[in-house]
């Protein structure tokens, strides 16, 4: 194991994710501590024994005392704290994050960090409709998948680490894929669905429909509730990406909307039938 | 009380949700017999005691037995039904259904029937991706809306009955509209979300997705395991309402598209924020 209860491990970042991190490795007899940007986050994690120490100031004793570094930041956020205060790091420290995007962005961190601090891009594919440590809970991760990017400027033994770091948390699963392909793969699963649930959830302004909705309707816009700030930020950083899924998708719902409309029945079963086919693949 | 214990109740088409209305008036000490179209379903539903009686034939014995005939039927073989057998109906039968459409459907089938036979029109918003009687759960009604959709053909006291059978069934409201209405809404929360579904769950084939998948695709790909003969029926059957509310699906996705092409933040965020609003609306 090479994230052994012997390191220490700060987390920057004390949100929804960052609390659920702190909670699952101090539940797991990690040592954990945790830089935040408000006392009432730090108290209550402190309280909770998420971590042992908290704070919200940055200073060289808090980030020189960890060995592995946790960022649960905003991405335009991480890369201004990597600018401010990476010569607090040990040498050797080894930090990743739970940042939902890489790409061009593990290419600028990677890119401007000091030699002898290494950054292994990493996120789980979980979360949940509220922000703050105060929804924290390390139950987020059962079953979850785990994602690890790594580049040509990691070394196997932060690879290792960072997915031991995954099955610690409890995910169900830890896949290593190319930063691009990450990407690519994201746009589609995680932020064109965000995509078609504020659009259905907006696109008939209708009075009352609450009243008539089953099950399906709501399932479709639970995440239609949604951290507007991070999201609109992760959908720029990953333009391109998204864009292009946005189309596939776009285009093969006016491809249904034609066999409707044509009301070419033959095709519309042959579609039901790839798509109950393939869903039962996504069962957990 | 409308629906009396006193009332025979006959379910014809013992599937998924047949089978379902069986189970929850029986456990609600109504007498139910019902009409299926497999031996072996009449068979699990009597050893079950969802019924007291069942046949796969239709005659005049059976029907003429009920006060309240529930149809489970897809819409086609349901008007096919009524024109074959509405002679065995004894005078004053009320008979309901489980259709998701109305519309034209229930002009059609009002304008045929005995005028001494009342059909008041109404279904749950309920179901599962999985059909047949063995798949029959009461559970499904449990905080469900139930609608009733009368003309001005229907009765004070049918539609008094119609209302009790959706609180006897277990459903959590029972609204009332009209079939016009109804077929638009339905279009927009029911068939819509289940388009959307499938075109997701279509739009992009590349192998081994569910390894990096999170419970968003997942939420929102449920519905994509569809009964293809059941929903081209009826998307075909609501076609113009349904082709509205895609295009306003559609149109709408193509703003966010260009939100996200010009970086225009700010119109986002206010999209985003707006459906985080609406969405609090539709928690169960």
């Known amino acids: 194991m090479n994230l052994s ?8 970042g004390l949100g929804l994710l960052g609390g659920s991190y702190a909670m699952a490795l101090s539940r797991k007899d990690y040592r954990v501590r945790a830089i935040g940007k408000s006392q009432e986050g730090i108290d209550y994690a402190l309280e909770r024994g998420f971590i042992e120490r908290g704070t919200t100031t940055v200073t060289e004793d808090f980030v020189a005392w960890a060995d592995v570094v946790v960022f649960g930041l905003y991405p335009h956020i991480f890369k201004e704290w990597i600018a401010a205060y990476q010569q607090y790091f040990k040498p050797g420290t080894i930090i990743t994050d739970v940042t939902g995007i890489k790409g061009d962005f593990v290419r600028d961190i990677q890119g401007m960090l000091r030699e002898d601090v290494e950054y292994i891009p990493a996120h ?10 105060q929804n924290a809970d390390d139950k987020i991760f059962t079953g979850a998948n785990y994602i690890v990017t790594p580049t040509e400027k990691n070394s196997k033994e932060a690879v290792e680490l960072c997915r031991d770091l995954g099955w610690i948390l409890g995910c169900y699963r830890v896949v290593e894929m190319d930063i691009d392909k990450h990407d690519e793969i994201i746009g589609f699963v995680s932020q064109l669905t965000h995509c078609i649930a504020i659009t259905l ?3 008939n302004e209708k009075e009352h429909l609450e009243k008539y909705t089953g099950d399906s309707f709501r399932d479709l816009t639970r995440i239609a509730r949604i951290n507007d700030e991070m999201w609109s930020e992760l959908f720029i950083d990953n333009k391109a990406a998204l864009l292009e899924q946005m189309k596939e ?10 066999m409707i409309e044509t009301e070419d029945v033959a ?3 042959a ?3 790839r798509s109950t086919q393939r869903r039962k693949l996504f069962d957990k």
């Open 5 to 12: 209860r012997d390191k220490n491990i700060l987390i920057v």
């Open 271 to 273: 579609l039901m039938q």
């Open 249 to 258: 998708f776009r285009e093969q719902f006016e491809k249904l909307e034609t």
């Open 124 to 133: 789980p594919m979980c979360g949940k409709e509220v922000s703050g440590v």
């Open 201 to 203: 959830m907006t696109c």
């Open 267 to 269: 095709a519309m079963r």
